[in-house]
């Protein structure tokens, strides 16, 4: 079931992230990403969160138009997305997709990238969806689909990336490592419409910048 999450940071691009919303797909709210939502005319099948960031009026509306509320205590230890996330993975959930994860608050946008690297979502296709960004967690290898000429920025998360090997990067790596902390993987091109990512240790975090066609 096709997921797509809307968070509460900066809703960027907007035209993009309508014309990426599919018929059939599974809508989830994580708190006041509601109003991100709302913004493209979108309502949620569930709304998840503490309601900290929404007033009673926009809750109950919204519970009037038959979406499923799941209510979580304002102490808690997690995110209101590390919640949503989670109620996505639990009903099936794949892939999931998040929106308005970035921008605004520093500590937030690191943390929901960090998100995307839980041990308990290893299985699943999650990403975050930024207009012509991506990011998203290789473990193993990943294939990446999309254009010569994009970028491909590669970042090791929680310790050293060994036994790294590369096809369809103009800058190929080839049984190397990449360490938290250095810069060397930021800003590779693809020289072809699809590249290859195999990592024999550990994970990285991928940034895929797509090209934007001028109209």
């Known amino acids: 079931m096709r997921t797509v999450i809307f968070a ?10 309508r014309a990426l919303i599919q018929p059939g797909d599974y809508l989830i ?17 569930i709304l998840v969160g503490d309601m900290d960031s929404l007033d009673e009026r926009e809750v109950a509306e919204i519970l009037s138009n038959s979406a499923e509320l799941i209510q979580h205590a ?3 230890d997690q995110t209101d ?38 041990d308990d979502l290893k299985n699943a296709d999650i990403r975050i969806h930024d207009g012509s960004q991506e990011a998203f967690i290789v473990r193993g290898h990943r294939k990446v689909v999309g ?3 994009d970028r491909l920025s590669l970042v090791a998360v929680g310790g050293p990336a060994r036994g790294i090997r590369t096809e369809g990067l103009r800058y190929p790596l080839s049984d190397e490592a990449l360490h938290t902390g250095e810069t060397r993987g930021i800003s590779n091109v693809m020289s072809a419409d699809q590249a290859d990512i195999w990592v024999a240790e550990g994970i ?3 940034i895929h910048t797509h090209q934007i066609e001028e109209q």
């Open 81 to 118: 997305l590390e919640l949503a996330v989670a109620e996505a993975a639990g009903r099936g959930g794949n892939p999931i997709i998040i929106t308005a994860a970035l921008g605004g608050r520093l500590d937030m946008t690191i943390a929901n990238l960090m998100l995307l690297a839980a």
């Open 29 to 45: 709210a994580a708190d006041g990403g509601l109003r991100n939502m709302q913004s493209l005319g979108l309502t949620p099948n």
């Open 147 to 149: 254009k010569k000429g």
């Open 204 to 206: 990285l975090l991928c």
């Open 74 to 76: 304002r102490e808690k």
């Open 8 to 17: 509460n940071g900066e809703l960027s691009f907007p035209e993009e992230t």
